[in-house]
């Protein structure tokens, strides 16, 4: 028998277990985080490190490569339903619900590391700041921001959470907040979770019927804008606030 074959049958030794590639694997990845930061690992390393969070015991290697599979990169398991994120092996209601509130917890920490909120004559810093409150929405929402001469933000309301669909916007409500808030101007924002951001008929309607509403009260409707994950309409800028022919 040759040595090659005499090391092939030789026995394992008793009492000590095959070594895994992921022992002290959590260990490992979060020193790395910590000696080069979270831009210095793979996809899929970044996607199991944020899971040491709400999975502490188990294979979040394999959970994560699961999820990646399936939803493609890490902005597509941050914007999936929670539903979804459930059907991956591994993954529990609270994983779910953390993986889906990421996004928005990216638009607090955004908003808030501003100095102060933009000036909404900037477009895109406004666009920008605007967009923050939708991240990782799966259902529509609609918001009043609130400004003064200046066009500076006196305040943020949420107006009305929805379903997929459209959502109603009630007048009367929009005008009391706006008069409420002492507010010179108003844009109203909402998004469309489709991804989508033309606006349909009734979303044209309904910023024509703000409009003549605002007028009456001596404040401008600066704009009213529609959001999706990656895009933003404004109806100003596209000339949908524009009265139709014939309109009284």
């Known amino acids: 028998m040759s040595a090659e074959d005499k090391s092939e049958n030789k026995p394992v030794e008793s009492g000590k277990a095959p ?29 199991e490190w944020l899971l040491f969070a709400v999975i502490p015991r188990g294979d979040t290697n394999a959970t994560a490569h699961r999820l990646l599979k399936r939803f493609v990169t890490i902005a597509g398991v941050l914007s999936a339903d929670p539903a ?22 990216l638009g607090i920490v955004e908003r808030s590391m501003k100095d102060r909120p933009p000036s909404f004559k900037n477009y895109e810093d406004a666009e920008k ?36 669909g459209e959502i109603a916007i009630i007048p009367s409500r929009v005008a009391r907040i706006a008069l409420r808030e002492n507010a010179s101007a108003v844009v109203i ?9 033309n606006p349909s008929i009734n979303d044209i309607r309904m910023t024509r019927t703000l409009n003549e509403v605002f007028e009456a009260l001596g404040i401008e409707l600066f704009d009213s804008v529609i959001v999706s994950n990656d895009s933003i309409c404004s109806l100003k800028r596209n000339g949908y606030m524009e009265k139709e022919r014939g309109h009284r």
Not at 87 to 95: H, L, N, P, Q, T
């Open 189 to 197: 924002a909402h998004n469309h979770p489709c991804g989508r951001v």
């Open 129 to 164: 700041y605007i967009q923050s409150f939708f991240y990782g929405r799966l259902t529509e929402s609609a918001y009043i921001f609130c400004l003064n001469s200046s066009y500076r933000l006196l305040s943020v309301k949420r107006l009305n959470d929805g379903g997929t």
């Open 84 to 105: 979804e994120l459930q059907e991956i092996e591994g993954v529990g209601s609270v994983a779910a619900r953390f993986l889906s509130q990421l996004p928005a917890l």
């Open 19 to 47: 070594v895994s590639i992921h022992t002290n694997h959590r260990q490992r990845l979060n020193k790395k985080v910590e000696e080069f930061g979270l831009d210095s690992l793979e996809e899929h390393e970044q996607l």
